[in-house]
């Protein structure tokens, strides 16, 4: 298969590292705009080991010829990514989007024009990777892969993409397992995207004002604000037919802030570099859903505008 990853941040190229081993010559890497294009770059492993990647640039001819195309950019940056590339993507390439929080698929059924041999699908990742410099990446904790078709309309979309695409996808899922075990499909990405969307809702935004690493969420003094925030996402997602376990979101919460603890969470990283975050798709995203099915979202709403004031105070 040929692969073309697009974005040069730390998880574009963590995945670089870890699909061109197995795709060689395959793989190929774009940057999104206005970043830095490099040639090659290092990547320290989990062990820390260290190896130098001569970086195959992804031109035209690559997209062309791209079975696969996986869009590791922000949020924010998708809906131009996709629209910058699609034009040049074969009828039935996978279009893969790998990114924290909700609401750009919706974005892109209203401002691109999808062609819907082009399946999409979620690669949600709970890799840890930090960018010690524009050229030098470290994967700072192993995770896991959930992936899955998304569907922009369910009934049309999703069964005519999933039955021409299932030989497409089992291939891409073995070239991912073999690059980044474990991954796990799921038939219901959606409930994962979810679960995601509300740890995202909890760590990034507290570690964003606080200015604090993960593991310090896990603190008494949050736990009044994590639970509200929490009862809204729950309260949010059931009124668009999303059913999520309150206990099993704060369980999940607590347990990745332990994991991450040492971590910088890529909203404090985003607002610490003077950097737009991805709060209108996090927390944003929980407000104006809660507002178009008349649910009032105080917490949600609170934390989108705090952020969003940090992010003003740095433009
Ligand atoms: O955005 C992030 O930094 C991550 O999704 C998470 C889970 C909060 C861990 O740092």
Redesign the pocket.
Known sequence: MNIVIVGQGAIGLLCYAHISQVTAKQTSLLSSANQHENTNFTFTDHHNHEHNFAINNAEVNELKQADVIVYCVKSYQVCQAVKETQPFLKANALMVLAH?GMGCVEELASKVDLNITQPLLAMLM?H?SKKLSSSHIEHTGVGVIDIGLVDIDLAERGTLATSQAENRVQQLLSILTSAMPPVHWHNNIQQKQWL?LA??CV??PITAINNID?GQVNSAQYKPLIEKVMTEVVTVAKSVGVLLKFDELITTVLT?ADA?AK?C???RADVLANKTTEIDYINGYIHNLGKQNGIATPENTQLWQTVKALEALSH
């Open positions: 924290n709970t840890g995601k740890v995202n760590i990034n993960n990745v991450t971590n969470s890529s909203m």
